[in-house]
């Protein structure tokens, strides 16, 4: 069974930090390239991050410089540092494999910028 759990998100303050952690299990994860996604109130989900099996990473043009995404193959956790946080990263936030697959979408976790 594909399991993917995210934790982390919270309420933050602009320009405040969080790191978001996702685990995964029923998958070979260490063949796999691994994302990040985000979904807004009112919006589509949109692929904020990913990093391949060999710790390659890319970015969103509305999140580099200020996201990073790690993983360690051991545990089986992919990682989000966000610092610099704006009210625009407002969303909830989901890890998948890169390209996403339709079955793999887990619960996601909350991320609120706000004053």
């Known amino acids: 069974q594909v399991q993917l759990v995210e934790s982390g998100g919270g309420l933050v303050q602009p320009g405040g930090s969080l790191e978001l952690s996702c685990t995964v299990s029923g998958i070979f994860f260490t063949a796999n390239p691994m994302g990040w996604y985000r979904q807004a109130p009112g919006k589509q989900r949109e692929w904020v991050a990913e990093?391949?099996?060999?710790?390659?990473?890319n970015y969103s043009d509305s999140v580099k410089g200020r996201f990073a995404v790690s993983r360690d193959n051991a545990k089986k956790t992919v990682y989000l540092r966000m610092d610099s946080l704006k009210p625009e990263d407002t969303a909830v936030y989901y890890c998948?494999?890169?390209?996403?697959?339709?079955?793999?979408w887990g619960q996601g976790t909350q991320v609120t910028v706000s004053s």
């Open positions: 990093i391949t099996q060999r710790s390659i990473t």
């Open positions: 998948n494999t890169d390209p996403p697959w339709d079955n793999y």
